[in-house]
């Protein structure tokens, strides 16, 4: 595995540990200066991603059934910031609201594929 490859891996792989988990555990697992934007932070986070996901569909070290959950995982947060005045970007909507739950369902699909 290329260092490419193998820090594309550490970053899939805290994202989607952070993503599965809870409000009060993503919140608790983020830095400080993170803590104050954290429904926006995560989706940057994963949009930022675009190329470590990249990377990993070319080494072809995971199934492609994985790979399309993170790029459906990207998608999804890139259209979410299309729409003004999207009301998931707050702390109450991340802890209740269908759109982080369904977020965190995908990570969990993701997980199940490829224990990372």
Do not use: C
Request: aromatic share 12%; net charge negative; hydrophobic share 45%.
């Amino acid at each position: 595995m290329t260092y490419q490859e193998k820090g594309s891996v550490s970053l899939v792989k805290f994202l989607l540990n952070n993503l599965k988990n809870d409000y009060a555990k993503q919140f608790e697992d983020m830095e400080d200066f993170v803590r104050w934007n954290l429904p926006e932070e995560t989706a940057l986070e994963w949009i930022d991603a675009l190329g470590a996901v990249d990377i990993l569909k070319k080494s072809n070290l995971f199934p492609n059934e994985f790979i399309s959950l993170l790029y459906q995982i990207i998608d999804i947060f890139e259209k979410a910031f299309d729409i003004p005045d999207n009301p998931v970007w707050t702390h109450e909507a991340m802890k209740t609201h269908p759109f982080w739950e369904n977020m965190r369902s995908l990570a969990k699909q993701a997980l199940d594929i490829v224990s990372l």
